[in-house]
């Protein structure tokens, strides 16, 4: 059966991806007991900037993001701002603010919500 599947080079990419950002199975990640509005959320990062959580696995390569497991699409100046995180694993207030349009913010507030970027 195995033999019959046709691998494209996107199929594999992605493939590798997901495996290689998959947390190992004990990882758990603390999403924040009262988290903030995106309003709120987005003024704290502007401030203090963002970080990965240490257990995070962030990667991309030339079409995607890989968080946790999980593959997104990267388009444009979103993606730069993505993997500029994934490289330096921060992003200063002023980076986020000069850097970060409504959907990356949005995203970021996403990640913050279920543990996986914390402000500062």
């Known amino acids: 059966m195995l033999a019959g599947v046709r691998w494209s080079d996107a199929m594999i990419r992605r493939f590798l991806g997901c495996y290689l950002s998959e947390p190992k ?25 963002v970080s990965l959580d240490r257990r995070a696995l962030l990667l991309y390569d030339s079409r995607n993001v890989f968080l946790n497991g999980v593959a ?17 694993r921060h992003l200063n207030g002023a980076s986020f603010a000069g850097s970060t349009r409504a959907a990356v913010v949005a995203q970021f507030h996403q990640w913050y919500r279920d543990g996986f970027l914390h402000l500062g």
């Open 25 to 49: 199975p004990g990882v758990f990640f603390e999403p924040p007991s009262r988290p903030l509005t995106l309003a709120a959320f987005r003024s704290a990062a502007v401030r203090r900037g």
């Open 72 to 88: 997104l699409e990267s388009a444009g100046r979103d993606g730069t701002v993505i993997k500029r995180l994934a490289n330096a």
